[in-house]
């Protein structure tokens, strides 16, 4: 799935940025946080594979409230920024020409979306919430929440915005993967300046929104990661006052959010919304697999030593990350000395290996790499099936900074850009027939 377009809703002079993705016949308001950037979002698939996963059974409707992304600002007045952003939601649902839409809200983006479903009933068919609440501060008469001296928190936060620290701090288990922690705090930064997010959290202390909690009349399900920043208690609250709300916890972390261990969460939401259980284990998609593996890697490890090597490992996975990242691709796992990748594109998948062979060879690694298009099986975050296992046969035909394709790959090409070279037919171990194998140009 390509980005969709950015278009702007208008409420008076102020624009509201928003997107819509998937065609599904559910409307799904997606609101991913306090902050979000829905042009920014795509660029890495710990993010953008969550969208994809909603659009694959519905229409979905993503917007940056003003104040954030690519919206337009908001004044830093008294009237609450959730205040706002419902309003900015129903103007987003007007413009996408949608009557009435579930709405799916996670971390900060709760007080919004409970504003607009208690004051608006008639536009939510149905209402998700995820690790948020409705109050966050401790009170006589509410206590799930907090201590006020969370007032030290907040200032941690607002002192760390928009820096790795503080994606080490709210993300711990997926701040160990470099390249999306350096990506995420600039994600941050643009999503909102540390002067919009000190305002927000002034906003945030004062927050008291359970009196809308009965007037939620929509079917709803609230899941609650079981440790974190919002305190598990707060999520089994919002499920206790909104009638028939269905509550699940989920193991871990926010951090979870971002893994492919969110598979259990997003098939809740699309089981609670459509009536039907997703199986993922199951699925077939259509994929072109990218194998790659270091040349001579035994040898190579072997004349470095053991710390020079794994200087070098770990320099080759920051740029496989990166460069699968910003092709579009996922990647499935790392192979030791090498990694498989899955794309929705074969011109996507070439240029991800055109890119990778070159920077690894500047950086003193000689790579290789084959691709291949087919079915492959989903499988728990991991793939499997014919095209992974003919992808994997086609790398042991590689020369040394060679790329490989099978003419399968070529012909989903033809016309554009890339430059092919006939390599002949080849045996492939374990593969029916013969295959004819091209080589990447250049």
Known sequence: MQPPETCFAQIGGD???????????????????AWSHVDLCWE????????????????VVLFDRRGSGASDPLSLDERAPWERGAEDLAAV???????????????????????????QPKRASALVLNTTSARFLAGPDYPAGVSEDVAGTVRRMMALWGT???????????????????????????????????????????????????LVS?????????????????????????????????????SEHFTERRERMLGLVEEFLTGVAHTA????????????????????????????????????????????SRTG????????????????????????????????????????????????EMRDGDVGGIAVHLAARVLTKCRPGEILVTRTVRDLVLGSSIQLEDRGVHVLKGAPGQWQLFAVAG
């Open 15 to 33: 624009r509201v940025a928003y997107q819509i993705a998937g065609e599904g016949r559910i409307d799904l308001v997606y609101c991913s946080g």
């Open 44 to 59: 890495h698939p710990r993010l953008s594979n969550v969208v994809r996963r909603l659009a694959g059974f519905s229409r």
């Open 93 to 119: 649902l007007d413009a996408a020409h949608s009557d009435r839409a579930a709405v799916y809200a996670f971390a900060g983006a709760g007080p919004l979306a409970l504003q607009f479903v208690a004051r």
């Open 164 to 214: 790795e620290d503080f994606v080490r701090w709210v993300l711990p288990g997926v701040a160990t993967d470099d390249d999306f922690r350096r990506w995420y705090a600039k994600y941050l930064r643009a999503c909102a300046s540390p002067r919009e997010v000190s305002a927000y959290f002034e906003h945030l202390l004062r927050v008291d929104l359970p009196a809308l909690l009965p």
């Open 218 to 254: 929509c079917p709803t399900l609230v899941m609650h990661f079981d440790h974190g920043l919002v305190p598990l208690a707060q999520g089994r609250h919002l499920a206790e006052h909104v009638a028939g709300a269905r509550f699940e916890v989920l193991p871990g972390d926010q």
């Open 281 to 324: 284990e199951n699925d077939r998609v259509l994929a072109t697999v990218l194998f790659t593996d270091i040349v001579s890697s035994t040898k190579l490890a072997a004349s470095l030593g053991d710390q020079r090597w794994r200087d070098l490992l770990d320099r080759h996975d920051v740029l496989v990350r990166r460069h699968v």
């Open 329 to 376: 691709g996922r990647l499935v796992r790392k192979t030791g000395d090498g990694a498989l990748a899955t794309f929705d594109g074969a011109a996507r998948a070439i240029r991800c290996a055109i890119a990778l062979v070159a920077d690894l060879r500047d950086a003193g690694i000689e790579l290789r790499a084959a691709l291949h298009t087919g079915e492959v």
